[in-house]
């Protein structure tokens, strides 16, 4: 949990914590398993939480139980997405989706910081050495992309 300092006319001198989550949701083709996965996110009073696996077939934004749902997905068979809390889901930037196995979600927070949250698939054991070496240097020229924005 990170905490974040806000100055605004919503929340002005206070601190806020953001709860992130992780989850490999291994399929969302039914709508019974976003519901299932909205329910535990609000059980668990995450702010974002970052899918792996959702296996979806186009790019989405929507919005179950109050909460935005966005999934990026391309031509990937794994696809990622995140799941916002209502207030957090306000404050979405961009998306970046350039890398097959890596998207970066990008927040405008209230005071016009910028909160970047990574979201991976790695690639498993099987993978070759280097298509895993690949990944792991993909991952840090994204990290250090980031990092010198926020």
């Known amino acids: 949990m990170?905490?974040?300092y806000v100055n605004s006319n919503e929340v002005e001198g206070k601190y806020l914590s953001l709860k992130l989550g992780t989850y490999n949701a291994r399929g969302l083709a039914s709508t019974i398993k976003k519901d299932l996965i909205t329910s535990d996110f609000v059980s668990y009073k995450l702010d974002i939480l970052s899918l792996q696996e959702t296996k979806m077939l186009v790019d989405k934004d929507i919005t179950i139980q109050g909460h935005r749902h966005r999934y990026v997905c391309g031509d990937r068979h794994?696809?990622?997405g995140f799941i916002?809390?209502?207030f957090w889901g306000e404050w979405i930037k961009t998306i970046d989706e350039s890398h097959p196995r890596i998207a970066v979600l990008t927040l405008i927070?209230?005071?016009?910081?910028?909160i970047s949250v990574?979201?991976?698939y790695l690639p498993n054991m099987t993978h070759a050495e280097t298509e895993i070496s690949q990944f792991y240097r993909d991952l840090g020229?994204?990290?250090e992309r980031y990092h010198r924005e926020s």
């Open 2 to 4: 990170s905490n974040l």
């Open 78 to 80: 794994w696809g990622l």
């Open 84 to 86: 916002l809390s209502p």
């Open 109 to 114: 927070g209230p005071t016009n910081n910028l």
């Open 118 to 120: 990574i979201n991976v």
């Open 141 to 143: 020229s994204i990290y």
